[in-house]
């Protein structure tokens, strides 16, 4: 019986993910309305979000741009990738642009190792990346962006 | 004739541009059966096209997804083909990889034509301690890093009593260069899941849980397909009563691949380790008896009890049986995921498999922000559990990172530390603060500001964070540090003492220099300095310079290059 | 249930299976600490001060969560273990931001409960102010006019307003009104004497911690009255002498210290002899002979403190010194120039190397000086002195900053050809004095008296305390150091080694260093500046030796008191990371490095949540969540970012206050009442 809803409480990280996925992010009030469906304490809930790296609390930009920084992209460059994409874009690790149009974030190990230096824009890979390849490529999103709008 | 088109679609393929080879290949060969396979581990050649034809298979290796390649690639042109080198065949030993790449992961079928799922009839016709009895034969350890001998944790969790016994895999794979669970997920997902039922039929445990990496979504695709695909033949009745296998996903924390933290993860809460013992063996998910083993340990199950356990030990040393995957990166030419026999020395695998430059190479480092820097000299070393500990490294999960010439070691160290300070879950005192304090002496010494005391607190503070944390994050977070004092000491001092990266990349410690008699005064790198500190007649204004590196890749002469600090004028390289 | 059988430090103990080491360990009187165990909640096993080490496998293990099992030898006292210990306490203390005492208390060199004693005041019990002074400033009427007020320097309040509080005066308000009937507990006498000689402060504060002790003494003193400086050396503008002898009397009243005056070292008295009478020697003979210029001509010049002190003797009545020149910058050239002025209406110059911004005089001095109409050349440095016509001519040169010497000060150097001549009726030379050593005892290349820095000890049964051992100082730091020597005596009449307690102290930094965002306040302050000092008519102070400064009214101190925004921490008495840290020998500097984020909620009437002081030992969470049942704290955040609160950081609710489980539970000042209880 009370086992049954202690079970319910290991989905809590499955409806995160959901939400995150739906929303982009995970607000205040998303955190007291799935507390609320999980009759936790809301500071349980807000302490389990803060936690884990996946989980965002304000909204990221349109493209998320992840900078590998496992330790083969690492190796072979991946910091001077990261400034390369700061100095472009004018913002840092974390941070995302004023229109809210790139998100910049530096994350562990993509898998794909062997392309090193490696980047990803909205899950899209690529790889053996040198500066020339990494500013058209941004520049490129940047093109897509002003034709669209 | 041609039967079928393989396209390697595991995670490096995709990224390496499988997937629009894949489109067009589609379009353009309508009358043929074009299939998606995993990874055969060759991952600096991909994309990679397999063409299977009545008499034979072939292997096409960088396909480009253009329309005239491909022609070429359907009319089994020679000039494209794949041959893995000779030297790399002779070492690996495919025991469990066999089938990567080869079968198609998500059928069912083709897994049981390659004797899939024979394992697991046999395990239901025995008694679940014959079957820890074979494991325990086989010698099989734990391929998550710590090296358990996996018979007796099977036994362990056997013995108990319980309404509800729990089998997890452990697919957290957090070490941020490794990538042979991702590979064995997403290329051969019934191979893992075959070796949970057996654990399953073992342990008497019918609560399975698959705890997998958020960032692998593939593999968890391919999981949740195979899954549906065995409920639905009932596969996974044991004993007549179906086992529940679930995949859980990750939510970003390396700390959940931690068995107690994975645990308090899989129950919804805050991925914090607790101390141990109680083991998950004794109290785990809910408190019921749970076993955790890694995904590369299950996936050697099945050939160990369709083959007997003692053929399974035959391959490898006497304290380490059977092959061990690892994620070859780095400074080398054939990067990709090896399996090897245990036993086999770090040399072979750096020189002969990955194809390294003998001389060129300064140490490989093992076992990811657990592990250590081994330094070239000791590359005869055989690779099993309790050499490379004696080492100061560890087997770790398999990521295997060739560091070249021209790496700093005192960086590398300050990597992995910044790492594992990220990634510390924050509880106890040793590793939340005593990580940071480490990594900010770190900082200091590739920042210029480092002293010979700083080199002293890393030792002594590294000694006592292994023995004063928690959980095995902290208790091995020092190692890369301590392991590079030891062999590459003479870098660290060579930083405090004299101001000098020897290979030039620690920022602080460097200049970047123009060449006046080499360059042509192309002006690019002019044009492409984003702090605009080059002058007119190709000096750097150091004190503005952000050592960015821009105008040292554009130089089409490669004038530029970076200098010890105020130092003597001599280009690298 | 089974028994087992297993060793800690050495010791056989038996203890039922199944219990923590940390149980079996305190069930046998050994103490481990701890900072994260609580013994209503689940273990969370995150502090490790609680380390231990199996000694059989080497391996290290938390005492509180490790079973102890069967044939275990425990070690939980090594050295080794210590260390461990101390480096678990040296890291949190290094992410760790508070107060532990306030910067005032920290300042005052006889380390009085500042902030205490302030707030005593404030809540209208000035005779507990004066208690609370008096456990280190046995001179508050004295102290409470002369100091220099170190404590107000560092005062935080000035980082809002730029004034310190006014604590001196509580000091002498509370004195004022009570010394004369305070008369504190002391221990019966135990027969032993000391002989002190010199009766200023170190020699009478020497004789009061040792009587408080039960010990009585012979103070003896070379010049007609009591006091010392106090007497001879501070104008009676400044401390009147009336004060002065009913500060004294108390000493006698306290039974036990007897003051015999004309009696001179080397003449009326012999150390040898003293030492063979008493149980032990404390000699206090200050610092009293001042220091020439070094010029030729200097024997033309009077020296300052002896100019000081032949105005003493003739009870602030000498004669007109005419026009006058004083040189030097310190606090005896402010009292030579005010008192100079107070003789004559001729003008009386003072006459420094440097300028008014390197002056080692209290600024208070220099601006009273001023408005008194003393007139100051700066810059300005004496080359020779002769005499011409009846009167002083005094050759200068003038002089310009260069570069820090050793003080951190800039250097004066000589403009060249810019030699001036002066001329006036006095020349006082009030550049610094010097200790005369008696005979006999060890000195420094100062020529101070040198001690033993632990005891206070200078050989055998002789020690020294006050300005004979540092050099010329403050009343304040004099008493200090008749406290410490008189300690060592202690120590010594018991024959034991004499340990000042260790303390550890963590400070958010000095107010100058603090932004903004350090600046936390455990009430919202009161917006008020200092209440002005009252001084008596200018008139007065141009003409008369009257105390220049009134003591300010209970109504004014009352108000000044609301401006103590209370600095120290709500734990310091309580707080098992400074207890431990003091015990195990760790120090806050001793990793450096950054700091976590601290919030800072004080919002709550009644409780206060600093997560810079939080150690992160979730007690407060499981107490709430297991105990209570509530669940109304969390841990937020993951590696050195972690911390503690409420979900969004909101105000704990209102009836918290009656429930109050977490606040009595945290091992720190984390999560606190803010009302501080005193002791
Ligand atoms: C910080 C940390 C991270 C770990 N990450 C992983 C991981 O990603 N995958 C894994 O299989 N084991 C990981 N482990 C090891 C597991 O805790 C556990 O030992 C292992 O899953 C047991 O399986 P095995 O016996 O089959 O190796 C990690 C351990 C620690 C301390
Ligand atoms: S060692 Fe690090 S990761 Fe492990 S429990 Fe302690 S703080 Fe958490
Ligand atoms: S390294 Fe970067 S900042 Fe420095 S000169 Fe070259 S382009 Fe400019
Ligand atoms: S919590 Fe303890 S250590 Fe911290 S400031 Fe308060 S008394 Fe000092
Ligand atoms: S504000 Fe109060 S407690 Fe703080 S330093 Fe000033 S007098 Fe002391
Ligand atoms: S005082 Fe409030 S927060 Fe603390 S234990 Fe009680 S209910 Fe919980
Ligand atoms: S606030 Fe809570 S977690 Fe922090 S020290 Fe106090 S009781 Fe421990
Ligand atoms: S390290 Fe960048 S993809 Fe693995
Ligand atoms: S870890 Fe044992 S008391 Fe904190
Ligand atoms: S500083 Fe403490 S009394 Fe003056």
Redesign the pocket.
Known sequence: MSKEKVMEKSNLIKVLQTEQKKEGFISDAAIERIAEEFDLPVVEVEGVVSFYTQFKRVPPGKYQIMVCDGTACHIIGSTLILNWITDDLGIKDGETDEEGLFSLESVACLGCCSLAPVISINGKVYGKLDRKKLLKIIADYKKKEAAGA | MIKRIKVGMASCGIAAGAGEVLELLKEIAQDKEVVEVGCIGHCYAEPLVEVETDSGNYIFEKVQPKEKDLQKLLELDEFTRFQPHNLRIDKERLLITSLAGKIVPTSLDEYKDHKGYEGLKKALEMKPDEIVEEVKTSKLRGRGGGGFPAGLKWSFLAAKESEQKVLICNADEGDPGAFMDRTLMESLPHQVIEGMLIGAKATGARKLFIYCRAEYPLAVKNLNIAIEQIEKEGLNIIDGEPVDIMVKEGAGAFVCGEETALIHSLEGKRGTPRYRPPYPTDYGFHGYPSAINNVETFANVPFIVREGGAKFAETGTENSTGTKLFALAGDLKYSGLVEVPMGISIGEVVYDIGGAEPGSVKAVQIGGPSGGCIPADHFDTPIDYDSLTSLGAIMGSGGLIVIGNDRCMVETARYFLEFTTRESCGKCTFCRIGTKRMLETLERITGGEGSTEDVELLSDLGNKIIRGSLCGLGQTAPNPVLSTLKYFNNEYLAHVEEGFCSAMECKALVDVFIDQETCIECGQCIKNCPVDCISEDYVVDNEVCTRCNSCIEVCPVDAIARIAKGGEVSVRN | MSEIKLKIDGKEVIAPEGQTILEVARENGIEIPTMCHEDRISQTTSCFVCIVREGKNGNWMPSCSAIAQDGMEVDASSDAVRDMRRSALDLLLSEHTGDCEAPCTISCPAHARVEEYVRAGRDGDLRKTLEIAKERIPLPLSIGRVCPRFCEKDCRRNALDNEGVAINDFKRISADLYYDEYMEERKDLTGQKVAIIGSGPAGLAAAYFLRLEGVASDIYEKLPETGGMLRYGIPEYRLPKKTLDREIAHFEKMGGIKIFCNKELGKDIEIEELKKEYDAVIVAVGSWSATGMRTEGEELARGGIDWLEELARKNWQGEDPGETIVVGGGNTAMDCVRSALRLTDKPVHCMYRRTEKEMPAEQIEIDEAREEGAQFNFLTQPIKLRRENGKLVLECLRMELGEPDASGRRRPVPIEGSEFEVAADTVIAAIGQKTIAPDGLPTNKWGDVDVEEADCRAEGNVFAAGDCVSGPATVVEAVEGGRRTALGVLAYLKGEKCELPRQINVSRGHWQSLSEDDLVFLFDPEEMGRVPQRLIPLEERTSTFKEVSHTFTEEEIYEEGKRCIECSCTAKNDCRLKDYSEVYGAHPETFGGEKGEPTYNARHPH?ILDNGKCVKCGI?VK??SE??N????GFKNRGFKTKVE?AFNTT??E???E?????EACPVGA?DWKKKKDE
């Open positions: 409780i407060c107490i709430c105990v209570v509530d669940y109304l704290l409420t704990l609710p009836n918290c206050t429930c109050g489980e977490c606040v999560l």
